[in-house]
């Protein structure tokens, strides 16, 4: 990817044009972690790009933002710009573009993304971003209640950036960030959503949340109390022991002080897929459900997905330790013990039951079928036309008892 990063780069300052990498491929570079894409900052025209290339798609060209197709990689190239307003404090009312790289990267977030590389390798770094990698500390560039203030969602973002590379927040940019935490109510649910869950599925969870339970930060107060309960769980620490993200959402909620119906409820409120959402309520519900004998595990597994229980049996043994009826392999057992799924697979189909008991059909049907497929299922009715029958005919009762409360 690089070789043809730098093919582009070439290209464009082969007609005139000063080209840089930017961003995120500048800093990894310091920081030495692997390279996922590479987005450059250019002093052609969004125009003057999309003349150049013959594969270019126009992402953002009202910022000044286009994407370069070469060689089967993508690289976003974007004009030099500086940006003015910020009424939604997130997006700017107005880009205006300029012919020096370092007007561009006085606009960035932190020094540590204020750096630029062109194609002889050469550094620019006007905000002292290097230094501030190695010395491993977090810094607004130019004056940081400005950069909040301009897009509140930078305030995540910086936390976000801490945690994953393990760098401390200068002192400064921490105060601008408190201060500025109000701004973040313009930012939409999706977004603060997205950051936050990054946070959590990421580097560090635990150092992000820290930081996010800062009294007076985050203007959500369910937020807050969440954060406030996972920090005040003695396992707390826990949360870094599995790298899965939906057995570490898990293990974080049930950590949070809610139940199974107020986890649904938070996490729908705060947009997340009504997916996750539902299977974070079941699993939840398997987690403080008390499963301590076999015939209790086999109608949990005839209910829930193996993905629900294998990771509501990793946050019981996390919380509560070791247990046999908590081991993974003791519910394997007990899943391949089970002989039928569903009630269809029974022996004995609902109409020969209606020819062999005599009776008419109706509701009692259903509730027959339905007490036999457990009694195969969990309490191991062999599934057999006698059996069956034997069974229905007790339950039923030929003598005419109703059926009712079947």
Request: aromatic share 10%.
């Amino acid at each position: 990817m690089e070789k043809k990063a730098d093919e582009v780069l070439d290209y464009l300052q082969g007609h005139g044009f000063s080209v840089y990498k930017v961003g995120g491929y500048v800093r990894d570079k310091v920081l030495g972690v692997p390279i996922h894409d590479i987005d450059m900052a250019t002093s052609a025209t969004p125009e003057q790009v999309m003349a150049l290339f013959p594969q270019v798609i126009p992402t953002g060209i009202k910022h000044g933002t286009v994407t370069v197709g070469w060689k089967g990689c993508f690289f976003e190239v974007t004009t030099f710009r500086q940006e003015v307003g910020y009424s939604n404090r997130r997006h700017p009312d107005e880009v205006q573009f300029v012919t020096c790289i370092e007007d561009d990267l006085s606009r960035r977030d932190f020094t540590m993304n204020a750096m630029a590389m062109n194609l002889a390798g050469e550094w620019v770094d006007p905000f002292g971003g290097r230094e501030d990698i190695n010395q491993k500390i977090l810094r607004a560039v130019g004056v940081p209640r400005q950069r909040f203030e301009e897009d509140a969602l930078r305030i995540l973002r910086g936390i976000r950036f801490s945690a994953r590379f393990s760098l401390t927040i200068e002192e400064k940019t921490w105060l601008a960030m408190k201060e500025s935490g109000e701004c973040l109510r313009a930012i939409s649910k999706e977004r603060i959503r997205d950051e936050i869950s990054k946070m959590v599925e990421g580097e560090n969870p635990l150092t992000a949340i820290v930081h996010l339970a800062t009294p007076g930060l985050l203007p959500f107060p369910d937020w807050s109390q969440v954060f406030s309960h996972f920090l005040g769980h003695s396992c707390r620490g826990r949360i870094e022991e599995t790298s899965h993200s939906f057995s570490r959402w898990a293990l974080f909620l049930a950590m949070s002080g809610m139940d199974a119906e107020q986890a649904y409820q938070f996490l729908y409120h705060w947009r997340f897929p009504k997916m996750f959402a539902h299977e974070m309520r079941l699993l939840l519900r398997f987690f403080q459900s008390a499963i301590t004998e076999e015939w209790m595990a086999k109608k949990i597994l005839l209910t829930y997905d193996w993905k629900i229980i294998q990771a509501g049996l990793m946050v019981k043994r996390l919380l509560k330790g070791y247990e046999p009826y908590l081991q993974e392999s003791v519910w394997e057992n007990w899943n391949d013990a089970i002989p039928i799924r569903q009630p269809k697979e029974l022996a004995v189909k609902g109409h020969q039951f209606i020819q062999e008991l005599h009776r008419k059909a109706g509701p009692w049907l259903g509730q027959l079928l339905d007490h036999l497929f457990e009694q195969v299922a969990v309490w191991g009715l062999p599934n057999e036309k006698e059996a069956l029958l034997e069974e229905a005919r007790k339950v039923l009762n030929d003598e005419g008892t109703d059926t009712k409360d079947l």
